[in-house]
Antibody
Framework: EVQLVESGGGLVQPGGSLRLSCAAS????????LNWVRQAPGKGLEWVSY????????HYADSVKGRFTISRDNAKNSLYLQMNSLRDEDTAVYYC????????????WGQGTLVTVSS | QTVVTQETSFSVSPGGTVTLTCGLS?????????PSWYQQTPGQAPRTLIY???TRSSGVPDRFSGSILGNKAALTITGAQADDESDYYC??????????FGGGTKLTVL
């Protein structure tokens, strides 16, 4: 059974940093591209970042470019999101999601971790 | 800036058919955008329904179908059931490893 479990969320002050993790199991992690998608309270989904299976290709939404860094450790079956210079508008539930191998769409999703940016 | 448009809300009777759409603020949606659809109930993670315009994700019943209708992507639910009451999101692939979600449609079954 595919499982994606996010962790690392919490309350942080504006300007602060946080590192999210996504632990994967039930599939061959090293062969899948991955994404972070977020959802502000009461709002819709927003794609945040993408990383290819080998980490050779990385993309960010304009809203987080220069502040967030996506990475992965295939030996540990883990995905990360380092978030710096956090703003109020970064408050959201952050989901990790696999990408279909043959299509640019999201396949499996984790349950999400809540990040709250507030003073 | 690219805006993906969806109906804010929609209502369908149990057993009825409803078509939700996904458009672009400027231009037409085609299969080149690989439209995909996701279902989300409050407090839960999204569930993938349709990808690459019309391919159902594993385990998704065939009463969910995807298509291109005119200049928009469409999700059709045939024989709506009470537990189809959810938020539905489409997302378009913009190329160069970026995606844009629509604002979501809140579907009520009553």
């Amino acid at each position: 059974e595919v499982q994606l479990v996010e962790s690392g969320g919490g309350l942080v002050q504006p300007g602060g940093s946080l590192r999210l993790s996504c632990a994967a199991s039930g599939f061959t992690f090293s062969t899948y591209s991955l994404n972070w998608v977020r959802q502000a309270p009461g709002k819709g989904l927003e794609w945040v970042s993408y990383i290819s299976s080998s980490s050779s290709t990385i993309h960010y939404a304009d809203s987080v470019k220069g502040r967030f860094t996506i990475s992965r450790d295939n030996a540990k079956n883990s995905l990360y999101l380092q978030m710096n210079s956090l703003r109020d508008e970064d408050t959201a539930v952050y989901y990790c999601a696999t990408k279909y191998s043959g299509s640019p769409a999201f396949d499996y999703w984790g349950q999400g971790t809540l990040v709250t940016v507030s003073s | 800036q690219t805006v993906v448009t969806q109906e804010t809300s929609f209502s369908v009777s149990p057993g009825g058919t409803v078509t939700l759409t996904c458009g672009l603020s400027s231009g037409s949606v085609s299969t080149s955008y690989y439209p995909s659809w996701y279902q989300q109930t409050p407090g839960q993670a999204p569930r993938t329904l349709i990808y690459s315009t019309n391919t159902r994700s594993s385990g998704v019943p065939d009463r969910f179908s995807g298509s291109i209708l005119g200049n928009k992507a469409a999700l059709t639910i045939t024989g709506a059931q009470a537990d189809d009451e959810s938020d539905y999101y489409c997302v378009l692939y913009m190329g160069s490893g970026s995606w844009v979600f629509g604002g979501g449609t809140k579907l009520t079954v009553l």
